[in-house]
């Protein structure tokens, strides 16, 4: 197949028509097209195509394309698809659902029977097989389930790989463990997630409306954690008791007394159990006041404290939430901790504001443990801050710089230490709201954050390995690794006569990231002056590394960028005739298309070293020559001094010479031989 | 102490003169006739050396004798005789050869180093032309930048002195 023909076909087989769009499948930020399987026209198929920024789901990507799912919308391929130019695009294939949704929003709810009978049984076994290669789907809801043909005979669920975990859901879908925080902050959760949502979407369907519609995600988090969910949502659908037991099951708001798998497959073959609904959060005996209201739950108490910050630093530097804590609620760990991070014991940087969000935000991730971590604008579930960061670098508002200063301050690290000593049974498991490891990169990514290569540039990278780069010197190509990302900045180069920036902070931590072993030169980077020759020549030795180890073709448009990037600072050799030189070896090292080569070749630190110290001769000379010059324009007097001694003298041994021949030629003529 | 000694110096050769000259009139009168006649241009010079130049007085005084010489040769040739000194101190000629050494002298010491210092000049200025145009060279070379550099940089203490200056 010729190079045009495979513009915008996918491994050669699907052909994405962007000319026909699909609004009704987009999926959040990606846009759905009509794709044609060029093998078998019999195929039905539609193309999800990733928008810029966003982090599909890449650990679920192979286990789902490596084995089929029953009941589940097939992902018949995946990757890079070259639009045209530098227009390469993430693509996700698969089957359309032609028979349209189960469900539509506005036409009434679905019969008990088609729900529990027909759809909840394949969503189960959806659910039983995810959980097996333990997997969450995170987008169970009622709006993705879809007939697979025009007869409305098969069922399936849709799509679940091209956004971040649960941030299409709408927030009563969401458990209390992430239905506080912002949708793309959600995590990929645990099966007890889709178990969860599997509840809401059968109340969804029998009620006909969402749930909950009407209320904000704060309104409906505090209603579940007061009330419970099933409380909250069960009672307004017409509902029997074999819904009633099986919602109470799958709406329980603890994940340890929710429904499992097990249960769920003892459901389907019929043993229905009779569970006792949830009630929401743990209660304490006592009430703690805070802003005039009573509070029994500490979950409630966080989340009113997190929206009152300096009002919540006052009543915690009061002690009266550590009291509480320690005496209503019994709990002596969490008191202690309370109690060192209101002493201050930990580190805590900034201003007044600062110090008490930052308090705040540390007490509120002790209060409620298992919910989502807040800090200012920011609040995002366990796995749920690479999603976040990519949101908010889509979106470049106040998330951003919240979560900036979140990781910069070390509050996320101080909170996750924290958590993470709440050992259970003695065992220390690394599953807090990132793992340790991650979280601690990242503060030290943020304490170099002005360097090229660090900030949260490189966070976002380090927590979203499937996504692309975001420079915007690509113009939103997808560059998933590294070796694509030099060939689409190698286009762009060549369109542009090398005036890019290939190594911008995006670019530059993007690298870092996925090359591990270029480590040492990002810190070497980091210590040398950016304005410096030495940093220039560091970037292209880093930018000629790269094309030997990742993509060895010919350069000519990163070499002309090299050229452009060179030429002022060969401009900064002294000598016409050395710049003369470096200048033409550059010209003909370009034509290799290597920048290992060219550097190597015009061998520049070299020729500058050499140029400096002949320059600081030369100098020298000049010096000499012009103090000599002014001596000798200067010197007319003595000169004149110098002359009239030396004439005397001659003078004097023409006047010796004189007497002499004198005496000579007296002898001779008077006394003769 | 330089003082004293050079005139400790100059009134002990002055001395010894003045015993030359006692004993020359004594024994040799008419030679002594001839000489102190003659050599009035060099005592002359002696008194009245406007410069103070060492070897003035003894250029003048060599040509000086250079042009006596003869006239002494001419005495004792004719007779040495103080009748004869005085018959040869009439000739004009005579006078013409001892003073004529003497304006010899005097023209020299006054033409020698003109001469020499049109010399220094000339090459000067061709070592000024040189050191221009290496210094067009430089700054063709290194740029304009030099220019500022060399003001800004002190001078080399270690330069080589110019040689625009002939120390002889």
């Not at chain 1, 995600?217 to 037991?245: C, D, M, N, Q, W």
């Not at chain 1, 020549?537 to 050229?563: D, F, H, T, Y």
């Not at chain 1, 080569?597 to 000049?622: G, T, V």
């Not at chain 2, 090459?123 to 145009?133: D, S």
Request: charged content about 25%.
């Amino acid at each position: 197949m010729s190079g045009a023909d495979e513009q915008g076909t996918l491994r050669g087989r699907y052909k994405v028509l962007l000319q026909q769009p699909l609004p009704q499948y987009d999926s959040g930020e990606n846009k759905a097209y009509k794709v044609e399987d060029l093998r078998d026209s019999n195929n039905i198929l539609y193309a999800l195509v990733v928008g810029d920024g966003v982090p599909f789901r890449d650990d679920i990507v192979e286990p789902l394309t490596s084995r089929n799912t029953p009941s589940l919308t097939s992902l018949h391929s995946h990757g890079v698809v070259h639009f045209g130019n530098t227009d390469y695009r993430y693509v996700f294939v698969h089957d359309m659902p032609v028979g349209g949704r189960v469900f539509e929003e506005g036409q009434g709810g679905l019969s008990e029977q088609q729900v529990l009978n027909v759809i909840v049984p394949k969503l189960v076994d959806v659910i039983i097989n995810f959980a097996s290669r333990e997997l969450t789907h995170r987008n169970i809801r009622a709006d993705n389930v879809f007939y697979m043909d025009n007869e409305k005979a098969g069922i399936a669920l849709g799509e679940c790989v091209s956004c971040p975990p649960g941030s299409l859901q709408p927030a009563v879908y969401e458990p209390l463990e992430s239905a506080n925080a912002l949708a793309d902050g959600r995590g990929p959760g645990t099966v007890m997630s889709d178990i969860y949502a599997l509840g809401v979407m059968i109340v969804h369907m029998l009620g006909g409306v969402l749930p909950g519609e009407g209320r904000t995600a704060t309104e409906l988090y505090a209603l579940k954690l007061a009330h419970g969910s099933y409380a909250v949502l069960v009672p307004k659908i017409p509902a029997s008791s074999r819904v009633g037991f099986l919602l109470a099951g799958l709406l329980n708001d603890d994940p340890s007394r929710r429904w499992n798998t097990e249960v769920l497959i003892r459901w389907r073959d019929g043993v229905y159990e009779r569970p006792r609904p949830g009630f929401g959060d743990r209660q304490a005996p006592g009430p703690i006041i805070f802003e005039g209201e009573e509070y029994l739950s500490p979950r409630l108490l966080s989340l009113a404290m997190t929206k009152k910050p300096a009002q919540a630093y006052i009543l915690l530097e009061g002690g009266k939430v550590e009291s509480w804590v320690r005496n209503s609620l019994n709990d002596k760990d969490a008191s202690a901790r309370i109690a060192d991070t209101i002493s201050g014991r930990m580190r805590i940087s900034g201003g007044a504001r600062r110090r008490e969000l930052q308090c705040v935000s540390r007490v509120s991730a002790i209060l409620d443990n298992t919910g989502a971590f807040w800090y200012r604008e920011v609040t995002f579930s366990r796995g749920g801050l690479g999603g976040l960061i990519a949101h908010a670098f889509r979106s470049d508002g106040p998330v951003k710089t919240a979560i900036a200063e979140m990781l910069e301050s070390g509050v996320l690290l101080d909170a996750i230490y924290v958590d993470l000593d709440r050992s259970e049974a003695g065992r220390r498991k690394d599953n807090s709201w990132v793992t340790l490891g991650r979280i601690t990169d990242c503060y030290e990514f943020m304490e170099k954050r002005d360097l090229l290569g660090f900030g949260l540039e490189r966070c976002l990278y380090e927590l979203n390995p499937s996504i692309s780069c975001m420079s915007s010197t690509l113009q939103g190509a997808y560059a998933k690794d590294v070796e694509k990302l030099m060939d689409i900045l190698e286009e762009r180069a060549f369109k542009l006569d090398g005036k890019i920036n290939p190594l911008d902070r995006h670019t530059a931590a993007f690298i870092a990231t996925r090359t591990k072993t270029l480590t040492k030169n990002f810190q070497k980077l980091s210590s040398l002056a950016p304005d410096s020759v030495a940093y220039t020549i560091m970037l292209i030795e880093m930018m000629g590394r790269l094309q030997n180890a990742k993509s060895p073709s010919p350069k000519p448009g990163l070499c002309m960028w090299v050229q452009v990037v060179l030429k002022p600072v060969i401009k900064k050799i002294h000598s016409s005739i050395r710049r003369e030189f470096v200048l033409k070896k550059l010209e003909n090292a370009m034509e290799s298309g290597n920048i290992d080569r060219i550097l190597k070749e015009i061998d520049l630190e070299n020729n500058l070293r050499r140029d400096s110290s002949e320059y600081e001769q030369a100098i020298k000379e000049f010096i000499d020559i012009n103090t000599g010059i002014q001596s000798l324009e200067n010197g007319g007097k003595a000169r004149a001094y110098a002359a009239k001694k030396y004439g005397q003298w001659i003078a004097s041994v023409i006047s010796i010479a004189a007497l002499l021949s004198s005496f000579g030629f007296s002898y001779l003529h008077f006394v003769g031989f | 102490m330089v003082d004293q000694a050079q005139i400790k110096k100059r009134s002990s050769s002055v001395a010894k003169l003045l015993i030359c000259v006692g004993l020359g009139a004594v024994f040799v009168p008419p030679t002594v006739i001839i000489l102190g006649v003659g050599m009035v241009p060099t005592f002359v010079a002696r008194f009245a050396n406007p410069n103070r130049v060492r070897g003035t007085v003894a250029a003048m005084a060599a040509f000086n004798l250079a042009g006596i010489v003869p006239v002494l040769g001419i005495l004792y040739d004719r007779g040495h005789t103080i009748e004869q000194a005085f018959r040869l101190l009439s000739d004009v000629y005579m006078w013409l050869m001892m003073y004529g050494g003497a304006g010899m002298a005097a023209f020299l010491l006054w033409g020698v180093p003109l001469v020499v210092q049109g010399g220094y000049e000339m090459q000067a200025r061709q070592y000024i032309k040189r050191l221009e145009k290496r210094r067009s060279r430089m700054i063709e070379e290194w740029g304009g930048q030099i220019v500022a550099d060399a003001k800004i940089l002190p001078a080399n203490p270690d330069a080589p002195a110019a040689k625009g200056t002939p120390d002889k």
